[in-house]
């Protein structure tokens, strides 16, 4: 069996240190490319990083350097040099994780409000995928270099569950499922006015609002877009709703429900000022989510209750009165 990797100068997570790491190749693992031997030693490094490395000539065997493609050989030692991260590169950070399920092929999070899913413009920390690194390293190599194991996102303060995958097989199997919507998603929101039906649809193309663009909106010529929904309690005022997506357009819920005047509750970009519960983000959890299993093909379902702001805001609207709407989450 081969060893692990042994630091010989560990620099600290401070900027502008270099770690330094030594390798040595143990019986069986011989007549590996140097590339791949080191991407399987070396967790939270993608192999396009330690490709760069060797061709930088911070990697050495037995003294010297090599190609990616040289293959090594039992008893060899090899020495890696790991200058700190670039700008802009995604590092590992402690954040709690509030983990719904997992085996060796995925994760099933239940995200809090307020976390963003992945790094963007402005932000390269303290993204669910920070924690992810820390947590999995192995992600690192799966899927997009700064959106690594994830296959799906929601907005920033929308809470609720979310699948990342651990490697690559379960990365193409799930990024499929969702393509071909057999990835189901079911949404909670607590919307603005009182819906008059029981159960609806609304099928409105969505794209870039013509004015503001980094906003959404029903555009004629948008993409498909279908939202169904029932209501689970009506509050008079507000209304309770259990949503599924048909089609996944960014911010769909959020844009749906504003277009047919029923803005989701605490929005602050498609939504009203006016909020007298106190939210201070839009009142929309992912509830339930059912894919199935990338390596076993067996049908999964997970679900995460409200977070508490959103209980709480439920239940200042259910102690004046009985609810008037059907009787909870089923």
């Known amino acids: 069996m081969g060893r692990t990797a042994f630091p010989i100068a560990m620099g600290s997570s401070a900027r502008g240190e270099k770690k330094v790491v030594l390798l040595s190749v143990g019986e069986g693992e011989g007549k590996s490319r140097l590339d791949a031997f080191l991407a399987s030693k070396l967790q939270g490094l993608s192999r396009m990083r330690i490709q760069g490395l060797i061709k930088a000539g911070l990697v050495t065997v037995d003294g010297r350097p090599q190609r990616a493609s040289f293959r090594v050989k039992a008893g060899q030692r090899i020495l890696v040099e790991i200058p700190p991260p670039p700008e802009g590169e995604l590092r590992p950070e402690e954040i709690p994780l509030e983990i719904v399920y997992e085996d060796e092929d995925l994760l099933v999070i239940n995200k809090p409000p307020g976390l963003v899913v992945h790094p963007g413009a402005g932000r390269s920390s303290g993204t669910l995928v920070n924690a992810l690194l820390a947590y999995a390293p192995e992600i690192a190599r799966v899927g997009s270099p700064l959106r690594p194991g994830i296959v799906h996102r929601l907005d920033k303060d929308t809470s609720g569950l979310l699948v990342v995958a651990r490697n ?24 603005h006015g009182d ?59 959020r844009v749906h429900f504003s277009h047919i005047g029923h803005p989701v509750v605490g929005d602050p970009v498609y939504g009203r000022r006016r909020n007298p519960l106190g939210l201070a983000r839009q009142a929309l959890h992912a509830y339930k989510l059912s894919l199935r299993h990338p390596r076993t093909g067996e049908s999964m379902e997970f679900t995460a209750p409200p977070p508490k702001d959103l209980e709480e805001a439920l239940e200042r609207l259910r102690s004046p009165r009985l609810p008037q709407g059907q009787a909870g989450i089923g």
């Open 168 to 191: 690559d097989e379960s990365y193409h199997s799930l990024s499929a499922q969702i393509k071909e919507r057999k990835v189901s998603r079911t949404y909670l929101a607590l919307v």
């Open 195 to 253: 819906l008059t039906q029981e159960a609806g649809t609304i099928e409105a193309p969505i794209g870039r609002h013509r004015q503001f663009r980094r906003r959404m909106a029903v555009v004629p010529a948008g993409r498909r877009a279908i939202t169904h929904y029932r209501v689970l309690e009506r509050f008079g005022e507000y209304t309770f709703v259990e949503v599924s997506l048909e089609t996944g357009r960014t911010h769909q819920i």
